[in-house]
């Protein structure tokens, strides 16, 4: 297409409105202070910045006052301030300092650790490679943590990188091989299994302690090579007590498969004894330098342990467990939460009891807890009883703020009990709560929720609202959300019969975004998530937001399968992909037609991954009813992705319900039933126009996958528009990839809703035309 094209399709006025919309911050993480004029908070946020290609992070804080019991004011600081060139930032407990590490973009260059104070860089040190590699800050390996006394810092880091072996012109040369020399080269060495998508050319996980006085980086010995370690964090330090790491350990066995958006890869909590041996400490310590202390596995009778946290007052150990996705195989699952008895005297023993303080919920009645769908707890996730504990989980297509009893285990709702938004807690200010609510239509805000105390003793909170710059947007975009409304859809599932599980006859969820100022029906995008063992919540999203303001009304479909809604129906899809799932969708989009919510003949579909592998059934199983479909990195041949993805064992689940048929080598049986099972399969009756979003590094669902089935429609002459992002893995979530993705999709969609309008109007006007041509000549007829 030369530029002209480019013209015609693309409308400069929704470019810009996009861009606009793209630009919306995040709020990443949130730390608060206590200090005598009241509480401190600070903002790590980030923003797409375009030009760059990247996400431009900044710290933004505010001091919160609290005035009477009723008003709550937060003194914004002017400005926020950019962290430029900036890999992770980490307030000392205290708050007193800031640590910033800064990961260079060279493999072979150092690391740098920065300590700031109020006013002043007080320190900063350089990490060689010969040390250890970049620092992890994936946010699941991720692990940086200050000691309490505000000396140590304990990290996961890449391993050191490996000595590779060199070559010159007499052949091997012996010796050190990270130095230059003109007149040698290196080989590649041993090829090393990674952890699959986004985390190709990372090196093995491993922990380390700086020393911030000195500078000196300890390795943690005694962890065996073949566990991947992160999450580390430091026991209590009560007064004469050692110190010890407690981290969460990951099992690689025969092979590392992906663990990105994979919970059920094996994992327990370890810990182990901390004696500093730099130079600064005693001789004792020196004399300690090369004794590895003894490892203690603590979750030895569970197959899941992450999200380790202390309780305020160190007797606990709290943590989350994915047990249900590791037993079962599903690549997410409903989640549990345990604890054990922390020995302060660190005498562990070979077994440790855990206790649960939340099960796996199979199934709820309605308006009932669905179960725990957490991820991560905060850092400091306690209330000032030291017994309960404040995390966001999933409530059907909500997000909500859970208290949990540690000792009761009882779960209460603290956000609203009757809001259809969806909440997120940012940070604990004592017994209060600062939270971030949104939904489909409205930009996030910040929220304070005020414990209150009833007359009966229960705790609830009273949630008030913060004037806040963090989410300012231009006047375009306000003014397109004001006119949008949302609502959350119950759908009977259809074929409900006596051998589905109590869970999976329930009725399924889509949110549903229309125009509140329209009586005609906008053209309906029905949007799919992937997974399937995920979840599209009632939350803001930047770029489903754009296309509800260019004219779009959206499903956004919770099929059975998906979080929140308790185990059963979630394990209920698995070995019935490509049946039920799809069935969920259609049966959700014939009811928003006979709801009127959708004009039949103006309906499109988006999917990613999963939501792909639905998009492109759905235009195969159902030709007729899609004008246009959008797949980003779809799942399109289960039997060839088998043999190429960093998930082959996700291929085995779902088409089989379980993992005990899981091989590296399929048998034909296997790539039958996947061939069967695929969208390939369907292809021959695919007439929907389709636009495909791929990305090049994607090792999930690599991209020759979505290719082959671009050349199948290609061939068959179905009109099909593919966009490839060289440099983009799974996700396609870098700032351009998704600005010009988003644009070419609201192209798309408005295409092929328009002809189909056209030609709507234009079949009604000839059907009229012959009727009325049928009734004159009758008249004439009946007049004679």
Request: hydrophobic residues 35%.
């Amino acid at each position: 297409m030369d530029s002209s094209g480019f013209e015609e399709e693309y409308d400069s006025s929704q470019s810009k409105l996009l861009e606009e919309f793209m630009c919306i911050p995040n709020i990443d993480k949130a730390w608060i202070f206590k200090s005598d004029s009241g509480s401190q908070l600070m903002f790590a946020m980030s923003q797409a910045n375009l030009l760059a290609n990247k996400r431009r992070k900044f710290l933004l804080s505010t001091h919160i006052s609290k005035e009477s019991r009723e008003f709550v004011k937060f003194h914004w600081s002017p400005f926020p301030v950019e962290m430029n060139g900036v890999s992770a930032f980490v307030p000392s407990p205290s708050g007193l300092k800031l640590l910033v590490v800064r990961n260079s973009e060279n493999v072979e260059s150092p690391t740098q650790f920065e300590i700031w104070s109020s006013c002043q860089l007080e320190k900063e040190f350089h990490i060689t490679q010969k040390v250890h590699g970049s620092i992890y800050v994936d946010g699941w390996f991720e692990g940086i943590s200050w000691n309490s006394d505000e000396t140590h810092v304990a990290y996961v880091a890449e391993e050191p990188l490996p000595s590779k072996p060199t070559f010159n012109h007499l052949g091997y040369k012996k010796g050190d091989s990270f130095g230059d020399d003109c007149g040698s080269w290196k080989g590649q060495g041993d090829w090393e299994d990674e952890w699959g998508e986004a985390y190709a050319g990372k090196r093995q996980p491993a922990m380390f302690v700086i020393n911030l006085d000195s500078g000196e980086v300890q390795p943690i010995k005694g962890i065996p090579r073949s566990l991947s370690v992160g999450q580390v964090i430091w026991s209590p330090n009560s007064k004469g007590s050692d110190q010890y790491l407690v981290f969460v350990g990951w099992s690689g066995g025969k092979r590392k498969l992906g663990i990105k958006y994979c919970s059920n890869r094996p994992c327990a909590i370890y810990t182990t004894k901390f004696t500093d041996t730099s130079s600064s400490c005693s001789d004792e310590s020196k004399n300690n330098e090369n004794e590895a202390y003894p490892l203690y596995n603590l979750t030895k009778s569970i197959s899941s342990g992450f999200s380790p946290r202390f309780s305020k007052d160190g007797k606990f150990l709290m943590f989350l467990s994915s047990k249900s996705a590791v037993d079962s195989g599903a690549h997410r699952a409903t989640e549990s939460l345990h604890r054990i008895n922390w020995p302060s005297d660190g005498n562990f023993s070979e077994t440790t009891n855990i206790l649960n303080v939340i099960q796996v919920v199979k199934y709820a009645e309605d308006g009932c807890f669905p179960g725990l769908y957490s991820s991560r707890l905060l850092s400091d996730p306690w209330l000032s009883d030291e017994q309960t504990l404040v995390l966001s989980s999933f409530w059907r297509s909500c997000q909500v703020i859970l208290a949990v009893n540690l000792l009761s285990g009882e779960v209460s709702r603290v956000s609203p009990s009757d809001s259809n938004h969806s909440w997120n807690i940012v940070a604990l200010d004592g017994d209060d709560i600062v939270a971030v609510c949104s939904s489909p239509v409205k930009v996030p805000e910040i929220k304070y929720g005020k414990k209150i105390l009833s007359r009966s003793g229960k705790l609830s909170w009273q949630w008030l609202n913060i004037s806040s710059p963090i989410f300012k947007c231009p006047d375009k975009v306000m003014l397109g959300l004001s006119s949008l409304q949302f609502e959350i859809l119950e759908i009977p599932v259809s074929g409900v019969s006596e051998d589905l599980t109590e869970g999976a006859k329930k009725p399924i969820e889509a949110i549903y975004v229309s125009s509140s100022k329209s009586d005609k029906c906008d053209p309906l995008v029905v949007v799919i998530h992937g997974g399937p063992h995920s979840l599209s919540p009632s939350s803001f999203s930047n770029s489903l937001a754009y296309l509800s303001s260019i004219g779009n009304s959206l499903l956004i479909v919770n099929y059975r399968g998906s979080l929140g809604f308790g185990e059963d129906a979630l394990q209920y899809l698995p070995r019935k992909v490509c049946s039920q799932d799809v069935q969920d969708v259609l049966t959700a989009v014939d009811y928003a037609i006979d709801m009127g919510f959708a004009d039949a003949s103006r309906i499109t579909l988006l999917g990613g991954s999963h939501g792909g592998f639905l998009t492109t059934h759905l235009i195969g199983q159902a030709p007729d009813k899609f004008v246009a479909a959008v797949a980003r990195n779809p799942v399109c041949n289960l039997a060839s992705m088998v043999g190429i993805s960093d998930i082959p064992d996700w291929c085995f689940f779902e088409a089989y319900g379980d993992t005990n048929h899981f091989t590296e080598a399929p048998s034909p049986d296997d790539l039958s039933r996947f061939h069967q099972m695929s969208p390939i399969s369907h292809v021959s009756k695919v007439k929907t126009p389709t636009l495909f979003l791929l990305g090049t590094k994607d090792l999930r669902v690599p991209v020759s996958n979505g290719l082959q089935y671009v050349r199948a429609l290609k061939e068959k002459g179905v009109p099909i528009k593919v966009l490839v992002f060289p440099n983009d893995n799974h996700p396609l979530d870098r700032p351009q990839t998704n600005f010009e993705s988003f644009l070419n999709i609201g192209c798309w969609f408005k295409k092929y809703s328009e002809e189909a309008s056209f030609l709507a109007m234009f079949a009604y006007v000839y059907i009229a035309g012959k009727v009325k041509k049928r009734y004159s000549s009758y008249s004439k007829i009946l007049s004679r």
